[in-house]
Structure formats: structure tokens, C-alpha cells
């Protein structure tokens, strides 16, 4: 059975930092697409930054506009393990944040383009 689980979510001021990590049991996705996702009260479930697998795009990167220069992916394929590092939060970076992992080469930016869902982890910055 797969499962992905995240952690490290959690309450930090503005301008501060969190690293959450993703762990995948039951498959190795060393060469399939992960993906961070994060979903706002009231907004939809949006893109926050994926990497590919180095099979297939040489884990190419993509992140949304809004967190260029501030939240980096990796992955630990020898663990199985993504992370997303945020640094300089802001408040609207609020959101419960989910970790996905598709079977596609390329890096998708729609959640439905991806079929393993972690439950999430809540992030709030506040000020």
C-alpha cells in the first residue's frame, strides 16, 4: 500500500522558516514526478513546486511565482523522502500543505495529474 506522509508543519512568524518533509512508503518514487501542493481556507488546492525524476526529465524543477527565491524542493531518493524548505514566510503562505507523487515523467502543475496524496500538514505564519 503507498502512503505518503508529511511533516513539519506548524505555527512561525513572518519572515521565519520551515522544512517539511514528505516520506513514501510502499513504492520507490525515485523516478517518478513528486509535487507540493498547498490549499487556503476558501481557495483551491494549488501547484507550489515539483521535481521531476532523474530517469526521465533529470529532475527538472518548477515552482509557482509566488515562492521563487524563497522555497526550495529536493528529494532523498535513497530515502524516499522529499523536503520543501521555506524561508522569508509571509502570510499568505498560510495553507495546509500536501505532498503528491505521480507516475508521469513531466512535472504536472494540476492536482489531478496526480494520484498519491499525503493527508497534510498545516503551516501559519502569522504576524
Known amino acids: 500500500q503507498v502512503q505518503l506522509v508529511e511533516s513539519g508543519g506548524g505555527l512561525v512568524q513572518a519572515g521565519g522558516s520551515l522544512r517539511l518533509s514528505c516520506a513514501a512508503s510502499g513504492r520507490t518514487f525515485g523516478s517518478d514526478v513528486m509535487a507540493w501542493f498547498r490549499q487556503a481556507p476558501g481557495k483551491e488546492r494549488e501547484f507550489v513546486a515539483g521535481?521531476?525524476?532523474?530517469?526521465?526529465?533529470?529532475?527538472?524543477?518548477y515552482y509557482t511565482d509566488s515562492v521563487k527565491g524563497r522555497f526550495t524542493i529536493s528529494r532523498d531518493n535513497a530515502k524516499n523522502t522529499m523536503y520543501l524548505q521555506m524561508n522569508s514566510l509571509r502570510l499568505e503562505d498560510t495553507a495546509i500543505y500536501y505532498c503528491a507523487a505521480s507516475l508521469r515523467h513531466t512535472v504536472g502543475f494540476r492536482s489531478s495529474e496526480y494520484g498519491y496524496w499525503g493527508p497534510g500538514t498545516q503551516v501559519t505564519v502569522s504576524s
Open positions: 521535481i521531476g525524476g532523474i530517469d526521465w526529465s533529470g529532475g527538472m524543477i
